[in-house]
């Protein structure tokens, strides 16, 4: 998945660039432990890039959260001029652990940074913008455990009154999983079921990307069929795409 951010800022005209792939998978060891990306300038200015790379975990809400994760990889080189018209190549190494059990999972960010050198003069503009690149890198372990359930659902009425579902998502594989065309089957104390397969139905777990080993809950409208008991305790399963 990539993230652009535009930043405005008020000082010289800045280029637009484009920056892929948008996704790399890295092996702790040997020759996939090192990986290639693509700068390409196709403004008629020089631009400046700065590299980094921040480490992603998840909160319980599914929400990211990053940190700085500079010593697990070498990045070379770290900040480039890209002249006018061209392509640069960068080359980024992992050197962390090199045994790893569970994926890691970071951000490759490739950062514009404000550079006036061989920018037209000519050129005026109230307005600019910075462009900033999150790539998805991850490390990956040498067997990949999939396995990816429901842990808990319950019932409660939210601050409006209404009947809702908090159900809890669990990736207990050791690599992230994009839930693509989710479905669920919660079923009550009595063993009626109800299957939810819509995405507005949903809650945000259709297409959500769980990292490995974490647990995100995420709110549901009540299920049509099912007992609403406030408090009570459902269980059930899920189905996604690969």
């Given at each position: 998945m990539l993230t652009v951010v535009f930043l405005?800022?008020?000082?010289?005209?800045?280029?637009?660039?484009?920056?892929?792939?948008?996704?790399?998978?890295?092996?702790?060891?040997?020759?996939?432990s090192q990986?290639?990306?693509?700068?390409?300038?196709d403004s008629e200015d020089q631009i400046a890039i700065e590299f980094s790379v921040l480490q992603?975990?998840?909160d319980a809400s599914g929400e990211e959260i990053r940190s700085a994760s500079s010593a697990e990889f070498v990045i070379s080189p770290a900040k480039v001029i890209v002249a006018p018209s061209s392509t640069y190549v960068v080359r980024v190494k992992y050197i962390g652990p090199s045994t790893v059990t569970v994926e890691k999972a970071?951000?490759?960010?490739?950062?514009?940074?404000?550079?006036?050198?061989?920018?037209?003069?000519?050129?005026?503009?109230?307005?600019?913008f910075l462009y900033i690149y999150y790539s998805s890198l991850y490390v990956v372990p040498s067997e990949k455990v999939v396995r990816v359930e429901i842990s808990s659902a319950k019932?409660?009425?939210?601050?409006?009154?209404?009947?809702?579902m908090d159900v809890t998502v669990r990736n207990r594989g050791n690599v992230h999983q994009i839930l693509l065309d989710a479905k669920l089957a919660l079923k009550d104390s009595s063993g009626?079921?109800?299957?939810?397969?819509?995405?507005e139905a949903l809650g945000g777990i259709d297409s959500l990307n769980i990292l490995a080993r974490k647990s995100v809950t995420k709110t549901i409208?009540?299920?049509?069929?099912?007992a609403f008991v406030d408090g009570g305790t459902y269980t059930g399963s899920i189905e996604y795409s690969e």
């Open positions: 405005v800022v008020s000082i010289a005209v800045v280029s637009a660039f484009q920056f892929s792939p948008l996704e790399q998978v890295f092996e702790p060891t040997g020759a996939n990986k290639t990306y693509t700068v390409v300038n992603r975990n998840q970071y951000r490759l960010v490739a950062k514009q940074m404000a550079y006036s050198l061989g920018k037209s003069q000519t050129t005026q503009s109230m307005f600019n019932a409660r009425l939210d601050e409006e009154g209404k009947q809702v009626k079921t109800a299957v939810v397969s819509e995405s409208p009540w299920p049509e069929g099912l």
